[in-house]
């Protein structure tokens, strides 16, 4: 049963242009939404997240939009750079299981 | 200060050992949390364990086990491996008073032959 999903197993976007990965979720108890971001030998660190009484949060070049009717989070990177390039993860979390549910990861890659 | 540490980073074994993982959390923090990173599922939530309890838990065999102790390090144990248990796990840990905050350490790959 996987609550939250991320559809696009990778994406390929060009330097300087819009990066748009998007999540997700069944379940509508979750409180909050985050994404993380993961290089290669490296765990995966907090980039952004959102409560869900938000619609949407800005952090410099990355803005995350909620939109609780279709239960679908997406993460906007601009403008993308090569650092950018690493697998994102989406999570959900829900205040009553105490727990973090995670996505299956979007790898993406920043072309020069 | 110090972030979340693991070891070994790397390990293999043979199907039907048993392996430990060990987590240091970074210096404060109790709740320690494992997942199992394999490709194409995600990170899988293993459990947490905070103040030397299991707090919670999710949907993997009794093979799975883990423990926290005193100084909230956390060791993860895995018995008769299977070959699908080849995968990286990961160990979170948590600040005291916050929700969903986590640091994730490197990693441990294991590689079950």
């Known amino acids: 049963d996987q609550q939250v999903k991320q559809n696009s197993p990778s994406l390929s976007v060009q330097e300087g242009r819009i990066s748009i990965l998007n999540c997700d979720y069944t379940?509508?108890?979750?409180?909050?939404f985050l994404w993380y971001k993961k290089y290669p030998a490296e765990g995966p660190t907090f980039l952004i997240s959102?409560?869900?009484?938000?619609d949407k949060n800005e952090d410099g070049r990355f803005t995350v939009f909620l939109n609780k009717s279709a239960k679908h989070l997406s993460l906007h990177i601009v403008p993308s750079q090569p650092g950018d390039s690493a697998v994102y993860f989406c999570?959900?979390?829900?205040?009553?299981?105490?727990?973090?549910?995670f996505g299956q990861g979007t790898r993406l890659t920043i072309n020069p | 200060k110090a972030g979340v540490t693991q070891t070994p980073r790397y390990l293999i074994k043979t199907r039907g050992q048993q392996v430990t993982l060990s987590c240091s959390p970074i210096?404060?923090?109790?709740?320690v949390s494992w997942y199992q990173q394999t490709p194409g599922q995600g990170l899988q939530f293993l459990f947490e364990?905070?103040?030397?309890?299991?707090?919670n838990k999710g949907n993997f065999p009794g093979r799975f086990s883990g423990r926290q102790f005193s100084n909230s390090r956390s060791e993860m144990n895995v018995s008769t491996l299977e070959l699908g248990d080849s995968a990286l796990y990961l160990c979170?840990?948590?600040?005291?008073?916050?929700?969903?905050?986590?640091?994730f350490g490197p990693g441990t790959r294991l590689t079950v032959t």
């Open positions: 979170a840990s948590t600040p005291t008073g916050s929700a969903y905050e986590q640091y």
């Open positions: 210096s404060g923090h109790r709740s």
């Open positions: 379940n509508s108890m979750f409180d909050y």
């Open positions: 364990y905070f103040s030397e309890t299991q707090r």
């Open positions: 999570a959900a979390y829900f205040q009553g299981a105490q727990k973090l549910v």
């Open positions: 959102i409560s869900s009484i938000k």
